[in-house]
């Protein structure tokens, strides 16, 4: 089962008031194992960048004008989330953005059934609690440290550990971490334990108790036995 924690940062809130993608982060994970694959791209958006948006991702117009187009890098986009269930935090947010990129370029929208949500996922094991992602990082006691401003990548990676918490519990990752590695292999694991050996035998003292409570038991069983 493969599946994609992914983020998107963007100039703004509604791709049809001609906001942008800035950057995209993509985790990979096999059967709720993140194998240390990832995408991660930053884009220009041929436009300006709103102050607003710059203070939460910190993506300035100047550091993006270099980047490349989302038409020249959708394609290894594509590639990489291909044939994968796509874990989105607000997921109605992000793919209407991706679905606007997609639309311009003249490529085919992602239908929504191919996301998972982990806002609902939350809302319905969590009701009336907080269900943004810092909340359920304190919540998993998932380290924020990092997280000074918003970042694709890093809040994909986040998502990922959120995600497998929503669906019960993170697990090691079993060495599959490829980080440059284009496939997955299949391995069995095993863990051995040494457990080094201890004393049982008896004390003088113990000894001499038992003896005396021997002495005691009349026509015990193991002398008929012996006879």
């Not at 191919?114 to 907080?130: E, H, S």
């Not at 995600?163 to 284009?182: D, I, K, N, P, V």
């Amino acid at each position: 089962m493969r599946e994609i924690a992914l983020d998107t940062e963007t100039t703004g809130l509604d791709p049809a008031s001609g906001h942008r993608i800035v950057e995209i982060g993509c985790v990979e994970m096999i059967s709720h194992v993140r194998t240390g694959r990832v995408y991660h791209t930053y884009l220009n958006p041929e436009r300006d960048m709103p102050e607003e948006a710059e203070r939460v991702h910190g993506l300035s117009a100047d550091f993006l004008s270099d980047k490349p187009l989302f038409r020249d890098t959708a394609q290894n986009f594509l590639a990489f989330i291909r044939d994968a269930k796509l874990v989105i935090h607000n997921a109605a947010f992000d793919m209407k953005f991706i679905n606007a990129e997609l639309k311009n370029i003249g490529c085919e929208t992602i239908p929504m059934d191919l996301t998972i949500d982990t806002v609902q996922m939350a809302r319905q094991k969590f009701p009336g609690q907080p269900a943004n992602l810092d909340a359920l990082c304190r919540r998993f006691n998932i380290d924020l440290s990092a997280r000074t401003k918003h970042g694709a990548l890093l809040d994909a990676e986040l998502l990922s550990d959120v995600y497998l918490e929503l669906t019960g519990g993170r697990q090691a990752s079993l060495g599959l971490a490829a980080e440059h590695s284009q496939t997955v292999e299949n391995h069995s694991y095993s863990l051995s334990i040494e457990i080094p050996e201890r004393e049982f035998r008896p004390s003088q003292e113990e000894l001499e108790a038992h003896r005396r409570f021997i002495e005691l038991l009349t026509d015990p069983l193991w002398k008929k036995i012996a006879s």
